[in-house]
């Protein structure tokens, strides 16, 4: 499986491998376990790591209806 090796590279540092890493986990599909990783690399220094976590991060009213 990939996601072990990918979700190492998330504190590689070169954002360019971290944003790629996010990417290809993107792909794999986001569980519950990596939601942590994601929420602390919306603060990452470099913009473009930030926007592809934020851009994975489950929505927070995501199986809520809303009337």
Do not use: C, W
């Amino acid at each position: 499986e990939a996601r072990p090796g990918l979700m190492g590279l998330l504190e590689h540092p070169n954002a360019a491998i971290r944003e790629t890493a996010l990417y290809a986990l993107g792909q794999l599909g986001i569980d519950s376990d990596l939601v942590p990783f994601l929420e602390a690399l919306s603060g990452d220094p470099d913009p473009t790591v930030r926007t592809q976590a934020l851009a994975l991060l489950p929505s927070k009213t995501e199986g809520h209806q809303t009337s």
